[in-house]
């Protein structure tokens, strides 16, 4: 990315920003998502609410044992479960198209706000003495909202919200300041994976250039010419790259943010400073950050165990007829050996041995040594291309995960001739060995795998370390299906 100073100017029109900085919008535009989303998730809470009705009383999925209470009290029941999911929906941000939420943000939300949601509603029905509510009927509703709410937020108001922002009503026209590390990133992840309601304008102080993963952009202008850029381009946002060194440039961009009232978001500069995993605290009236040393302990780290344990259980009795397919497909086409195992740096730089399905001719290595896998790598048989491709090769790692040497989530283990070589190139390489290596991690789902930059995935993967929580599993798992169908950078 070429530098601010040395980018050719731009034939900006020449604007009077004097008299007044405030954009003219349209406050009726900004309502059509709120309302559509609100009457949509109504009519499926209410739908799944009394379908669950239906079948636990009409047709009696198990037979009633005991009285059954009045129809009047299960009304009663449906307006408090509406109005509990409605606000722990609007408490999450998804009646806001102009948030960027990608459709894992917004599944994990909605998740999140069923089991809240739940547990406050039982306790509801608990102090409620004049009937006594069908537990059944609770949960099976609640499912059902669960799962019409997701499929709502999936198959009607994603297209619906990228349809409104094409024709300006309620998304945001963003723009991308900075030419720091993680311009290109943010850029990247813009055009590929763009949020609802989100519309890319282009980039300020920096070129994207040719002949990288990331498509060109247009380029609007240098950082001094941002406040012409913001009401030519009728900006409502900018995503901020710039390093935390940069403080004049930085400034700037403030400066007219607040002159023009626009959103701003920071991408931080996560070799520079993390904004991970701190407590603010005080000495004397003295602000101070603390870090933690560990980033999952306590409750969490036993929460975490205690998933991998029942996922990789259950994982290991749905999926056994699949592992003995792919084995005898394995072993038809190439012999033995079935599973591959190969020495990798985990938790604590613990060496363990992993297990994956054999992908590539057997001593695929016994003449280069150890190396990545390459697109069209001339090394993996045709079956061996099809798994790596499905990531259905990662499948006996489960046991690894049972055993405790890996989590399903977490940063990918290397191997230990790679982690000596990154270690000394890598800034603050080793600190993705402070949790698990996982299955599938943050990097992964971001589409950096296989041969890509190791400094990339290594400040995805430092990301997480220092930001984890059960919620951020549950958002990269449902991501992790998504990349899988995809099959991107995976050979």
Not at 243 to 264: G, M, Q, W
Not at 376 to 395: M, Q, W, Y
Request: one cysteine or more; aromatic letters at 10%; a positive charge.
């Amino acid at each position: 990315m070429s530098d601010d100073i040395n980018t050719p100017d731009q034939n900006i029109p020449s604007i009077d920003v004097r008299s007044g900085s405030e954009r003219p919008r349209s406050h009726l535009h900004q309502a059509v998502f709120p309302v559509l989303a609100l009457l949509t998730d109504t009519f499926w809470i209410s739908a799944a609410y009394w379908f669950g009705y239906w079948l636990r009383f009409t047709v009696e999925v198990i037979p009633i044992t005991k009285n059954m209470p009045t129809f009047e009290s299960y009304v009663l029941g449906y307006f408090g479960a509406l109005g509990i999911w409605i606000i722990l929906l609007a408490r999450g941000g998804l009646y806001q198209m102009a948030q960027m939420r990608c459709l894992s943000d917004q599944l994990s939300t909605i998740v999140k706000a069923g089991f809240l949601g739940f547990l406050f509603f039982l306790a509801a029905a608990f102090f409620y003495r004049d009937e006594s509510y069908s537990r059944l009927m609770i949960a099976l509703s609640w499912l059902l909202i669960l799962v019409a709410v997701s499929i709502n937020r999936t198959i009607i108001l994603r297209p619906l919200s990228r349809w409104l922002a094409r024709r300006g009503m309620g998304g945001s026209r963003v723009a991308v300041v900075g030419n720091g590390p993680q311009t290109e990133a943010i850029v990247d992840n813009l055009i590929w994976r763009p949020p609802p309601g989100i519309e890319l304008i282009g980039t300020i102080g920096a070129h994207i250039p040719q002949g990288t993963r990331v498509k060109p952009v247009r380029y609007l202008g240098k950082i001094s010419d941002m406040a012409s850029i913001i009401l030519s381009e009728r900006l409502d946002r900018l995503i901020i790259t710039i390093p935390f060194s940069d403080h004049t440039n930085i400034l700037t961009v403030l400066k007219e943010c607040a002159r023009f009232k626009l959103r701003y978001d920071f991408v931080p500069d996560l070799f520079g400073m993390l904004t991970s995993g701190l407590q603010v605290t005080d000495l004397g009236g003295v602000p101070l950050l603390v870090f933690r040393s560990r980033p999952i302990d306590g409750w969490g780290a036993v929460a975490k165990r205690v998933t991998d344990i029942v996922v990789s259980t259950v994982g290991l009795l749905i999926l056994w007829p699949i592992l003995l397919i792919i084995t005898l497909v394995i072993w038809k086409e190439s012999g033995r050996p079935i599973l591959y195992r190969q020495q990798r740096v985990g938790l604590d730089n613990k060496v363990f041995t992993m297990n994956k399905f054999r992908s590539m001719q057997p001593e695929a290595e016994s003449a280069s040594g150890p190396v990545w896998a390459k697109k069209d790598d001339p090394r993996r048989t045709p079956v061996g291309a099809f798994l790596r491709r499905s990531n259905l090769d990662e499948l006996p790692q489960l046991w690894n995960v049972l055993k405790g040497e890996m989590s399903l989530v977490g940063p990918r283990p290397e191997r230990p001739f790679f982690v000596e070589k990154f270690q000394e190139q890598v800034p603050r390489y080793l600190e993705r060995h402070r949790v698990r290596a996982g299955m599938t991690g943050w990097a992964q789902v971001n589409g950096l795998r296989g041969n890509t930059s190791i400094e990339e995935r290594t400040r995805y993967d430092n990301y997480y370390v220092e930001n984890w929580s059960l919620w951020f599993d549950l958002k990269i798992l449902v991501r992790t299906l998504s990349a899988s169908l995809k099959g991107e950078n995976a050979y």
